[in-house]
DNA sequence: CATCAGGCCCTCA
DNA sequence: TGAGGGCCTGAT
């Protein structure tokens, strides 16, 4: 077993499963230390990019009761033990390149370089209505997306569609046509898959699972991103250039062009506004007045700057687990 | 059997 | 520039 260990303040059981649109929860399992308390393990099939995409097996887990600690664990393709066995000849990278690619790949995903402390002051100090948010959301981080081009597919099949059936579709994508690879994982056999390449979704039935009319929107975004749009390329760009650049994908409004842009390539002043979201602040901020969303986002990025992305996580968090959701359902 | 879901696109003032 | 209707499909 490896000794990797983050420590930063982190509540991977909330991130995991607070229902961010960038990617389904990973595979989980709960256990109990010799003191009872929770131990919540969660594994994902993770592609290196710095290591020529080398596939690793990462298992993530915390002590429920320990939110500073969190610790990472992995399997190599090859092995079929949870102990890594670096005598593999197919293994041409060496453990320490492994570990650190690992790391750093764990570290964007969780989004922990981003100080979360500092955040909380922040509202505190402005005195701002989130602030009470931060009882409800600690240790809450943004789940950023493991591969750019899964977060732009699974963010079109968002739209109008359920969390149910959007998490349905990707999974069969992944299952149908992405990278598959059996690990023993709590001592029996389970199947991880990898989201398919540009070119390997490119002449897919995608509606057979159950995509719908966004099957066409997908088709035509693929066409995009292998003759006109870099993907990569985007990244480079400021948010206002990227907004733009996404936003010519078909299927991409102002809502999924957000969620992109913050859950693929972390542009933390993105403010993505759904029906919810718009809801929570024309009831916080404006006094219950109904707003529109791209007024929401015009507030959203304005008043939260730089903090846009993480307040509405905060915003949606909050509303879901203080009753204000059910309250402005209508 | 209707209705609806964590929007987008298109049409028409 | 913005308001409003239609849309795949599985769940309820």
């Given at each position: 077993m490896s000794k990797l260990s983050f420590n930063s303040l982190i509540n991977l059981k909330l991130t995991q499963e607070s229902?961010?649109?960038?990617?389904?929860p990973w595979f989980s399992i709960e256990e109990k230390d010799e003191n009872n308390n929770q131990i919540n393990s969660y594994f994902e099939l993770i592609f290196l990019k710095d290591l020529d995409n080398l596939p690793i097996l990462a298992k993530v887990s915390q002590n429920s009761n320990d939110l500073n600690h969190m610790k990472l664990d992995y399997q190599l393709?090859?092995?079929?033990?949870c102990d890594v066995d670096f005598t593999d000849e197919s293994t041409i990278f060496t453990q320490k390149e492994i570990e650190s690619a690992l790391t750093k790949e764990i570290t964007k995903i969780f989004n922990l370089n981003f100080d979360l402390e500092k955040f909380y002051k922040h509202l505190a100090d402005t005195n701002?209505?989130?602030?009470?948010?931060i009882e409800f959301c600690n240790g809450l981080r943004l789940f950023i997306a493991k591969d750019k081009f899964e977060c732009i597919i699974s963010s079109i099949c968002s739209a109008n569609n359920s969390i149910a059936r959007w998490t349905n579709s990707t999974n069969q994508i992944k299952s149908n046509w992405g990278y598959n690879k059996e690990f023993i994982v709590n001592n029996q056999s389970k199947t991880f898959c990898g989201f398919p390449k540009i070119s390997e979704l490119k002449d897919k039935d995608l509606k057979s699972c159950g995509v719908g009319y966004r099957e066409d929107y997908m088709k035509k975004s693929e066409d995009l991103l292998l003759n006109e749009i870099d993907i990569d390329e985007?990244?480079?760009?400021n948010y206002d250039e990227a907004f733009e650049t996404i936003s010519k994908?078909?299927?991409?409004g102002p809502k999924v062009a957000d969620c992109i842009l913050l859950y693929g390539y972390g542009f933390m002043e993105a403010f993505p506004s759904d029906v919810w979201i718009k809801r929570i602040v024309s009831h916080l901020?404006?006094?219950?007045?109904e707003i529109s969303a791209n007024k929401t986002r015009d507030f959203g990025m304005e008043h939260f700057g730089d903090y846009a992305g993480y307040a509405q996580l905060y915003l949606f968090h909050y509303a879901r687990k203080s009753g204000l959701m059910n309250k402005l359902k209508k």
């Open positions: 229902g961010q649109t960038s990617q389904a393709v090859s092995d079929n033990e701002d209505k989130l602030a009470e948010s985007i990244a480079n760009m994908l078909p299927g991409v901020y404006f006094d219950g007045k």
